[in-house]
């Protein structure tokens, strides 16, 4: 078995316009036209309901409120910082994974309501397609190093799609794997292009085990 | 669209443990142990299920109606006289594995679910696979000296390697009659095993 990661290690320049704003080809969300159509109802009538957004005039969160909790939970309260005055737009910049943008708004405490459960509203939302499954195969070993896994609630989720599907049940041969003899190889990565395909052709043999990745951590 | 509903993780286990019940069990003479029993939503289905002679309920949370107490600690007490032991940890059931083997004196069923929440302890890899784990397969060494950003890369092999090692132990008490595992898409693994001891095995 062989299997190698790559780091995406060039970094992009910040985007100039939305049209730099590639999708993600593998993205394994649909939407239907319906659902788009209520969400494009819900951006012209109430913008970017995305983030934490405040009412001044009622002085309470149009929605956010469960990220707030959790902000708080874990940082206390935090400053915010003004990004654009004129827009009323604030950031909470707890370190460089963590900002959190504030959105000030000015509405009848109606139109509040109506934002918050239009933001929260699942009929406006795209759902997953089957394609997930391997979309989170793909990535499962990082995610299970970092522990994130079960605490995002990805292995849910693939739960979630398996319980469609009838159980199989696979029989397993119980016998003591062979013993093991373990070999830990470095090779500096301009060098590993030549010697790929014969580690490739190791780990096709059976009862070896390779696996590779690049040192970026 | 798929739905999330609780069944997702119910699902595999009931069928696996359905058709374990309905090989070996159909006779009602199944005495459950239900090691990591939580709320006792599986088995509160299963017994509407089947007719079965006892349930003992165990956790290490205390609730009404169940014994609080480290099932792990039970298994590896000779005497008890269950034949169908349901280990439906959330993270490694192999420490309850090798607690109970030695002491199995009847045919017997077991439930295992391999997860991963849980593994880690303060002894842990990175990569929460208990140090002591990696060493059973002889990879411990290897993964301490693994950069731990890429320890990760040894994380599933090694982890179907382990589990392997600690299913063939039960060749050393006895026979592995059957052992079955439910399909899932889950990284999670519900894996049945039908044991028998040898004769020399330790009797109730």
């Known amino acids: ?217 | 669209m798929v739905k999330k509903t609780d069944n997702g993780h119910l699902l595999p286990k009931l069928d696996l443990r359905r058709y374990f019940m309905r090989k070996y069990h159909a006779d009602g003479s199944a005495r459950v142990m239900d090691c990591c029993s939580g709320s006792g939503r599986l088995w509160f289905q299963l017994r509407r299920e089947f007719v079965i002679a006892s349930y003992w309920a165990i956790d290490v949370k205390p609730k009404a109606g169940r014994l609080k107490v480290d099932s792990a600690r039970v298994l590896a007490q000779p005497g008890w006289a269950e034949n169908v032991i349901d280990i439906d940890t959330y993270g490694s059931p192999w420490k309850h594995w090798a607690a109970m083997l030695p002491n199995i004196g009847i045919p017997t069923t077991v439930f295992l679910t391999v997860g991963r929440r849980n593994i880690a302890h303060a002894n842990a890899s990175p990569t929460n696979i208990p140090w002591a784990d990696y060493a059973i397969v002889g990879a411990e060494q290897v993964a301490r000296a693994i950069p731990p950003g890429t320890r990760h890369v040894l994380f599933r092999s090694t982890l179907e390697l382990i589990a392997a090692t600690h299913l063939s132990r039960a060749l050393i008490y006895g026979k592995v009659v059957e052992c079955r595992e439910a399909a899932t898409a889950s990284l999670t693994r519900y894996i049945g095993v039908r044991l028998e001891p040898s004769a020399s095995a330790a009797k109730p």
């Open chain 1, 1 to 217: 078995m062989s299997t190698r990661k790559k780091s995406s290690a060039s970094a992009r320049t910040a985007p100039v316009s939305t049209s730099d704003l590639a999708a993600d080809a593998r993205n394994p969300r649909f939407m239907s036209d319906v659902s788009a159509a209520g969400l494009a109802a819900s951006i012209e009538a109430f913008g970017d309901l995305s983030g934490i957004v405040w009412n001044k005039r009622t002085g309470q969160l149009v929605c956010g409120h469960q990220r707030l909790e959790q902000v708080h939970g874990k940082w206390g309260p935090q400053p915010i910082e003004i990004i654009d005055a004129d827009r009323e737009l604030g950031m909470i910049r707890i370190d460089d994974d963590h900002c959190f943008t504030v959105r000030v708004v000015d509405w009848p405490q109606e139109k509040q309501h109506a934002a918050n459960v239009t933001a929260n509203n699942p009929k406006i939302q795209g759902e997953f397609t089957g394609d997930v499954v391997a979309y989170i195969r793909d990535i499962e070993t990082l995610l299970a190093g970092a522990a994130l896994i079960d605490d995002v609630l990805l292995a849910d989720l693939l739960d979630d799609f398996a319980a469609n599907d009838p159980t199989q049940l696979i029989k397993i041969d119980v016998k003591p794997p062979p013993a093991m003899t373990w070999v830990l190889i470095g090779i500096a990565t301009p060098r590993f292009g030549r010697i790929a395909e014969t580690i490739d052709g190791l780990g096709r043999v059976p009862e070896i085990i390779i696996e590779s990745t690049l040192n970026d951590g």
